[in-house]
């Protein structure tokens, strides 16, 4: 393989269908493609038999379906998975596999690292190298699939995909909007857009740009009731603070008919978890189509903070349901293995800290 040849994974329908026409065959030979791709899992153009022989010629000299390669798979006693997934020969980004019941997410990644710097988040404290292409976030499911089982026909291996990993999808948006938009087409993986969800710090002008361009369900990390705290734990907010963050919410939820938001909220011991910001929270939402998931916070090397007790937890829950916004507690999956939420850290060269020789300061990398 040459680094000439293009990776099929990375196409959308109507770019795959371009470039089909530019090599002289049949805007439906992409159709064909996508069967072979996503519906069957066949990644070698050999296999691809009701493909006339010349097309298949072609494309063996000009395209390929490249998975990421894994570096390293880790298994958790309670079903959880996950996977190092190589962006070079020095960097890796992680994804993890979470089963429970009838449901099973797929937490994917949408960078190498983050440049968001959440200071309770492991993947921040990493700093940020790259964005990933759209055929890397793609690849993702396709290589969790295959790495599951996947038989022609089978669509039930993962019922829910989350952009919740390693970066900010909304400073990768360049790439994520293509890599969503061919989870979602029935030709393609046919994710519903209500099982395919995008989780944002708070990129405002993002969040207004995603609303006329996607439909899937939108997370954001909030994490405390004011932009004091909001500050320090979400350096985002300095540039856009709380009140402008929710009137993007409110109004991605008005263009796209969506049902709620989910605000992310994660327990940190003594920081944002007292009875009285529980109720500030829940007077910041009561009245919106909101809904609150908390998360007991999951320690990693070095940090400073300290997971909320589980009657604190419980108290925090109580303030916000009698507040009138509904709430619920995520339940922590894959901390045996740093597979839980904020502990994703993967292997990052930071390209700041290497540029500067200094200690790396926040500097939201947008790609729109």
């Excluded at 990993?165 to 909304?170: F, Q, Y």
């Excluded at 969800?197 to 439909?215: D, F, R």
Aim: neutral net charge.
């Amino acid at each position: 393989m040459t680094d000439a040849r293009v990776n099929l994974l990375g196409l959308t329908r109507s770019e795959l269908e371009a470039w089909c026409v530019e090599r002289g065959d049949k805007p439906f030979r992409a159709r064909q493609l996508w069967h072979w791709m996503y519906k069957r899992g066949e990644t070698s153009f050999d296999a691809m038999t009701d493909l006339a022989k010349s097309f298949r010629a072609t494309l063996a000299e000009t395209a390929e379906v490249r998975l990421p390669a894994i570096v390293k798979r880790q298994d958790a006693a309670d079903g959880t998975i996950k996977w190092m997934l190589e962006a070079d020969n020095l960097q890796g980004f992680e994804m993890v596999y979470i089963p429970d019941g009838d449901r099973a997410t797929l937490c994917i990644s949408s960078q190498v690292g983050c440049a968001m710097d959440c200071s309770f988040c492991a993947t921040a404290q990493q700093g940020f190298n790259r964005n990933l292409t759209a055929a890397e976030i793609v690849g993702q499911v396709f290589l969790a699939q295959k790495e599951l089982g996947f038989q022609a026909g089978d669509n039930r291996l993962i019922s829910n995909v989350v952009l919740m990993g390693m970066g900010e999808p909304l400073a990768n948006f360049r790439n994520v909007v293509p890599g969503m938009r061919i989870l979602l087409d029935d030709l393609g993986f046919d994710f519903s857009r209500r099982r395919l969800t995008l989780s944002t710090s708070g990129l405002v002008p993002q969040m207004y740009k995603l609303a006329g361009e996607s439909n899937v369900a939108l997370a954001v990390s909030l994490h405390a009731p004011d932009d004091e705290l909001r500050n320090e734990l979400v350096p985002i907010n300095r540039r856009h603070p709380i009140a402008e963050l929710l009137e993007a919410c409110w109004h991605y939820i008005d263009e796209q008919n969506g049902r709620s938001v989910t605000f992310e909220y994660v327990m940190l011991d003594g920081v944002n978890d007292s009875p009285a910001q529980a109720r500030a929270l829940a007077r910041l939402l009561k009245g919106h189509p909101a809904k609150v998931n908390l998360i007991p916070f999951n320690a990693f090397p070095g940090t400073k903070y300290r997971r909320s007790s589980p009657e604190a937890i419980l108290a925090f829950l109580d303030q916000i349901l009698k507040g009138g916004v509904m709430a619920t507690i995520r339940k922590t999956r894959g901390d045996d293995i740093d597979a839980a939420c904020g502990q994703l850290a993967g292997r990052v060269i930071d390209r700041v800290t290497s540029r500067m020789g200094s200690k790396r300061i926040a500097i939201p990398v947008v790609n729109a």
